[in-house]
């Protein structure tokens, strides 16, 4: 079974500051998904990483496979960036979901 | 707008009563999806997987007989918590990727109570 694990648990920064959040995994993977959970509890899909790099506006995902790890980096965060994120993973020939215990991110203005 | 809805997104019920969640794909067809159960400040757990029209996989440790899982065409799924204890009150969501397709899509989630 793969064990996800997230650091930081919880992350507290300025408006404008880089942020980092890193996953690591036990088990090689066919995919890792990176989510954000509002407050409400809304989880919304971020992306989803079998090699490389992704970005997305301000949003950027990289993995590497060899080491087992991930990183999810957010530029000049804002506010509206506060939410828990969670990295998740799939094993080969499985659709299911295996997840870490979420990064809780808070932005102050 | 959503591609998975989710309803409801909160409700309360009393000890002993069944609840019904329904989990629907909007604009494409899932032939499986997931159901994912959360405590507060704790990660997900899944659940079991539904698979149109076949029984459900649970996962271990989650009794069948009281997570009811029926998946009856492929755009919906339902969950049904049968005789309800307060112990069963939890962040309940769903998921569904489409076929061949990498995003996954959550529903809204729903926030049972039980009283």
């Known amino acids: 079974k793969n064990e996800v694990e997230q650091s930081p648990q919880n992350l507290t920064a300025q408006e404008g500051e880089f942020i980092t959040i890193n996953c690591s995994y036990s088990?090689?993977?066919?995919?890792l998904h990176w989510l954000q959970q509002h407050p409400g509890g809304g989880i919304v899909s971020l992306f989803m990483l079998s090699s490389g790099k992704k970005k997305h506006g301000r949003l950027i995902a990289t993995i590497n496979i060899q080491e087992k790890h991930s990183s999810l980096h957010i530029t000049a965060s804002h506010p509206r960036d506060s939410a828990v994120y969670i990295c998740?993973?799939?094993?080969?020939?499985?659709?299911?979901?295996?997840f870490g215990t979420g990064t809780r991110l808070t932005i102050i203005p | 707008g959503a591609v998975v809805s989710q309803h409801p997104s909160r409700v309360i019920c009393k000890s002993g009563t069944s609840v019904k969640i329904e989990c629907r794909s909007l604009d494409f067809q899932a032939t499986t999806m997931f159901w994912y159960r959360q405590f507060p400040k704790q990660s997900l757990m899944l659940m079991a997987t539904s698979n149109e029209g076949s029984k459900a996989t649970y996962e271990q440790g989650v009794e069948k007989d009281k997570f009811l899982i029926n998946h009856a065409s492929l755009t919906l799924s339902t969950l049904t918590v049968t005789s309800a204890h307060p112990e069963d009150s939890s962040f309940y969501i769903c998921?569904?990727?489409?076929?061949?397709?990498?995003?996954?899509?959550f529903g809204e989630g729903s926030w049972l109570t039980v009283v």
């Open positions: 088990v090689g993977i066919s995919a």
């Open positions: 998740a993973v799939t094993d080969f020939g499985n659709e299911k979901l295996t």
């Open positions: 998921s569904a990727s489409r076929t061949g397709g990498f995003t996954i899509y």
